[in-house]
C-alpha cells in the first residue's frame, strides 16, 4: 500500500497578530490578522474610519490607512500612510454655480518627512479665474509654512482636527466668499532616514528575497 502525502491545514499553522495604530492615534487595535510568517505582514495596509477610532460618527466618512512596518511578537506595529475623504461625502459638498477650487502640493514637515496634501475649496459662487489662482496660491503658502512648523503627527492631527481647513477657510474668504474647506487627501511620499530621504514604500524580507532571485 502507498502511503497518501500529509495535507497540512494551512490554518492551523497560521497565527494570529493583532495590528496596532501608530502611538499618535493612541496605539489603537485595529483588529487581527493571521499569518504563517511574520514577514509576510510588512507593508501590509489596513484600512479604517476616523470613527472606529474616535467612536464620533460625524467622522465616518474620513477613511485611514496604515500601514503595517515592524513585527514584535504577536503584535505589528504600524505607520500612518494617508487619508481620504469618502466620494459621497465630497459630492455631496457640490453645488451648483459654485466653484471648486483644488490645490494638490507636496510639503516637507518640520521632522523631514514629505507629505503630499490635496486641499479643496468650494466658493458660495462661481468665481472668476484670477481669484481661483489666488486662493490656489494662499494654499500653497499656507501650508508650506505650516507643514515647516509641524512634525508628521501633528500636522496629521491638525488635518483631521480641522484646524487646516478652517486657517484656510479663513484667509481665502479675503479673495471670495468661501463656503467650505476641506482637506480632501494625504498621502506620505518620503520619510527621513540616516542615510537621507527614501520613499515611504514599505517591502517585506520575503518581497526583497524575490526581487533579488
Excluded at 499618535?24 to 499569518?35: E, H, V, W
Excluded at 486662493?135 to 509641524?150: G, T, W
Aim: one cysteine or more.
Amino acid at each position: 500500500m502507498s502511503s497518501r502525502p500529509v495535507v497540512k491545514d494551512k490554518w492551523k499553522i497560521k497565527k494570529w497578530y493583532e495590528v496596532l495604530t501608530p502611538e499618535s492615534f493612541g496605539s489603537i487595535s485595529l483588529g487581527t490578522i493571521p499569518a504563517d510568517d511574520p514577514d509576510k505582514l510588512i507593508g501590509r495596509v489596513l484600512e479604517t474610519t476616523l470613527y472606529d477610532l474616535t467612536g464620533d460618527i460625524s467622522q465616518v466618512h474620513v477613511k485611514l490607512y496604515f500601514q503595517v512596518i515592524k513585527v514584535e511578537g504577536d503584535r505589528a506595529y504600524t505607520r500612518f500612510k494617508g487619508h481620504e475623504l469618502a466620494r459621497d461625502y465630497m459630492k455631496s459638498l457640490v453645488r451648483r454655480k459654485s466653484s471648486k477650487i483644488q490645490g494638490i502640493f507636496d510639503v516637507q514637515t518640520k521632522d523631514g518627512y514629505i507629505i503630499r496634501i490635496t486641499i479643496v475649496a468650494l466658493t458660495s459662487y462661481r468665481c472668476k479665474t484670477s481669484q481661483r489662482r489666488a486662493i490656489r496660491r494662499i494654499m500653497r503658502e499656507y501650508i508650506m509654512q505650516k507643514a515647516s512648523e509641524l512634525t508628521l503627527d501633528e500636522l496629521i492631527q491638525e488635518v483631521l482636527k480641522g484646524t487646516i481647513s478652517n486657517d484656510v477657510s479663513e484667509k481665502a474668504r479675503k479673495i471670495y466668499p468661501i463656503r467650505r474647506v476641506e482637506v480632501y487627501k494625504t498621502k506620505l511620499l518620503m520619510v527621513p532616514t540616516p542615510e537621507g530621504l527614501k520613499p515611504a514604500v514599505v517591502i517585506s524580507p520575503i518581497q526583497l528575497k524575490q526581487a533579488q532571485k
